[in-house]
């Protein structure tokens, strides 16, 4: 089982699942430093095999050298959860382009390329699972956020359709679109930023990672976690574009303020862009 | 009832030591003439709370080393300075090592491990810490091994097929179990160690102490129950009480008891007292520590 961003919250959280389960881990994401503890803990707990790569997903020399390396050690897998991903908050306008085109490389082009190669080094003898990374974002054009949601949503889309196109060859594709998660204590900040609505939609990772991994075992080719969660994405589904999209704008701006702060990111000039378009 | 033993010549490590029941730890045992050394996370902290112990205590003979006890490879780092500090300035011997950091994050936590954050800090970090350091230990003419349990061990059970509680993670059900195994842990560890040892493990109850514990990266209903539960508390200098008296009082020696409360034995729970669940916690956490007591 691939791993990428195997190191954040909810990459450790998948890698101890898939241990318990009794799956060897290839664990990747950018600091070999994060990686070497991961490995050894699994290797304690779940008495699997693990090995490491740390890689920056974001260029593609290095992909390539991670796929190089996979070839010659002939590595072959029956699973890819591609949890890498980047996220930027804050206004559109005072983000460099540098950093709005590393959330598409990273969310996007990354995405693509490790799902094309992981069909390249499966185990024919065992059905693929393939878990990408999207979020409840990737359901809503979100101001703020607007590169990044639209990252999910292409998440969102290629997985729904590889789900169709691959599934006769044995492969399940399944996208994961959580809402913020308790990961780390900048997310935990953001969940109370968001007061009582943050709170109701934070789920433990652990049980996160689980359901995922049962939901993809059963061929599912969406899951999102929670039922509040759930719940937005249907009253958000029944409501014009126009007015989530406006709904999303207010809540961000007023209940987000906390959070920004803590990015230090000036707000109430971002706001004025955003009004007066 | 406790007694003021002049501590002049002891070496003491303390275990969370910037806040809390450990912070007054170290104030009343520095007080007393020992050589403290104190481990906070935070360098900040630590220099804050030295500073505030010395300001009360001139003459306190105080140090303070910076460790996130989450990363077992930050423990062994721990452990190294400890030794080379201990072996420089604190006479080469450790006569009491005090357990005492604790967490209790609202929400699973895993650690850079992969572990659970509260099974980590809680237990791991003590079993593993208490290891590094036994040689030090074994060089004091008498020494102890105290780590702070507390009474919310009892009604608790090791989560055997899940002991990292990553399914259905309640932090309060997490910090039972890892205050169940402080317990367990103590008690093994006089076991192991044989009646003749030099050094002795006591698990300390402070009782219901009004600190911080509980609050730090918690929200809503938890730290609302934190909150309440610590308006009843008592003073963290009342809760340092029993570990004082465990660290210092001769006539500790003289009872084979392990669970302690308001400086008297009590028997911790049943389950806390089983030989079988202590000996198998105890293997558990040298496979997940990657140590061997016994070699």
Known sequence: MMITGAAGGLGKAFAAECASRGWNLYLTDLA?????????????????EVRIRPCDLTDPAARAALWEDVARQGVCFHGLVNMAGI????????????????????????????????????????????????????????????????????????SKALHEELKPGGVTVMALCPAGLPTAPRCIRGIEA?????????????????????????????????????????????????????????RWRDRGQPVRHTLSIPVSSTSEVMTSK | MTANHDLTGKTIVVTGATSGIGRAAVRELAGRGAWVLGVGRSPERCREARDAILAEHPDARLAFAVADLSSQRQVRKL??????????EGGGKIDVLINNAGVVPGWYTATEDGYEMQFAVNHLAPFLLTYELMPLLQAAPEARVVTVSSSSHRGARIRWGDIMHRRYYHCLLAYKQSKLANVLFSAEL?????????????????GLVNTEIGQKHTSGFIEWFWRQRRRRGATPEQGAKTIVFLASDPSVRG?????????????????????????????????????????
């Open chain 1, 32 to 48: 070999e430093d994060s990686l070497r503890p991961l490995a050894t803990g699994m290797e304690r707990l779940y008495g699997v």
């Open chain 1, 87 to 158: 996220e930027h908050e804050g206004s559109f306008v005072e983000r460099s382009v540098e950093e709005l085109l590393g959330i598409v490389r990273l969310n996007v082009e990354a995405m693509v390329e490790m799902t094309r190669r992981i069909v390249q080094f499966r185990d024919p003898a065992r059905r693929l699972l393939i878990i990408n990374a999207s979020s409840l974002a990737g359901y809503f054009a979100i101001p703020m956020k607007a590169v990044y949601a639209a990252s999910k949503r292409f998440v969102l889309d290629f």
């Open chain 1, 194 to 250: 968001q007061g009582f609505v943050g709170r109701l939609m934070a789920l433990n990772v652990g049980d996160v990672a689980a359901m995922t991994i049962e939901h993809a075992l059963a061929g599912r080719a969406v899951y999102v976690p929670g039922i509040f969660s759930q719940f937005i994405l249907m009253v958000g589904n029944l409501l014009p574009e126009r007015v989530v999209a406006a709904v999303l704008n207010r």
């Open chain 2, 79 to 88: 452990a190294c300075e400890i030794r080379e500090r201990v072996l420089a």
């Open chain 2, 190 to 206: 006089n076991r192991r160690l044989g009646p003749a040892s030099r050094v002795r493990a006591y698990a300390a109850d402070p």
């Open chain 2, 255 to 295: 009872s084979d008891a392990v669970y302690w409360k308001d400086c008297r034995p009590l028997p911790p729970s049943r389950y806390a007292q089983r030989e079988d669940v202590a000996a198998r916690l105890w293997s558990l956490s040298e496979r997940l520590c990657g140590i061997s007591w016994a070699g």
